[in-house]
């Protein structure tokens, strides 16, 4: 039946993925903001990752028990936060349908890190200059406006590049942007090329311009959702202040401003940082905010630096931080059979009381591969990973024996899954 339709369809998919990404934008257009829908969504739709996951754990009693939910209605969770909007692993990061795929994935907090334009609004984005590796803006006029344009490879070594921020443009040349798969193609001869550069892991099926997000329209999205918020006050990539009088203070008061503005009780909202002077500052100017503030540590990257980082945790305590937030390979190492364990930050942070989340789930690939190749989230746990379903051992140490509150992931069905199974909500 309907078999004529049906070749004409697979052959006009054929045409359409020759190329991914067209050379045309003209299919590539903004969406125009509409207000969401008011569905909030009481189920998650979690898809066949979590039985992927589970059916490729090694046999015994945690694989057993996230079997045994495999046929349950699965709910919204605050344990799963969704990473850059909770389904970077496929959707462009940072925009309206990643955050959208969040929820629908169960995410209960939703991620949205901040960066300015040139006219002070905040806008979600990864990083203040990433905008040449996440968005269509060097295939566009708005690439002239671009701290570094693009510049073609040269075919003799030097790479192709360009460096575009948002404090380059203003808010409405922003929103006229596309969001795209995070990555870039080096040898690009030409801007469109340089637009390709997806992991073969990831996808550009969604990729079909992605709604970039003013802060205040994602607020209103995930309001509307009934689910909560995190906002990461990204570092400047230009000296503060900006443009006369636009201070780091400024800045860090703004994202407060703008939940006030749309009516957020703080207990809804952890805000995130890096800087620990961002942390102290919102401590000390509005303690409703401060005190669910998260500050991420990134500080025992190497042997090296691991036991100050350990160290300096008392410090953050006195200081009144009382969310911390360091990478995954920060709270686990390896017991005397490989098997995951609670490290010495681990155990130094719950004995200090901090409340504990972690980053990031599902954005290093096929694990055993990762492991091979050194990454970085499983950088301590190498020897100890071997397949794709160890995911769930790292969960599960994370969940019941470190005591973490919640875990950011790139698909946030991952997360959801374990945290119905183990009633974490
Ligand atoms: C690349 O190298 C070739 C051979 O050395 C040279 O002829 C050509 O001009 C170089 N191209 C650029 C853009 O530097
Ligand atoms: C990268 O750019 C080069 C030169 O423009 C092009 O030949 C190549 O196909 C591009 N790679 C991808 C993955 O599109
Ligand atoms: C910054 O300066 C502008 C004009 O120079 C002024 O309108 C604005 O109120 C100032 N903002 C702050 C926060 O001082
Ligand atoms: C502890 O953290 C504070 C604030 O980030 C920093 O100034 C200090 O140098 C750190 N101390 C050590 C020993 O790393
Ligand atoms: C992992 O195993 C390899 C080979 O057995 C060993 O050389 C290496 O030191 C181990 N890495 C860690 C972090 O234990």
Redesign the pocket.
Known sequence: MHLKAASAIIIGLAAASASALPKTPEWWKPKSWSNPTQQRFRTAELGPRPQFLVTDMEEGWLKDKLRSCSDAVARPSQFSIGHRGGACLQFPEETRESAEAGMRMGAGILECDVAFTSDRQLVCRHDQCDLHTTTNIVATALGAKCTTPFAAA???G?AASAYCCTSDITLAEFKSLCGKMDGYNASATTPEDYLRGTPAWRTDLYATCGTVLAHKEFLELVDSRGRDFTTELKQPRVPMPFDGNYTQEVYAQQVIDEYRAAGIDPSRVWLQSFSFADVAYWLRADPAFGKQAVLLDQSGDTPGTFPAAVANLSFYKEAGVQVIAPPLQYLVSLGENNEYVPSSYATAAKKLGFKILTWSLERSGPLAQAAAAGDYYYSTITNGTHRDGDMYRLIDVLARQVGVQGIFSDWSATVTYYANCFNIF
């Open positions: 040269d075919g003799n030097t």
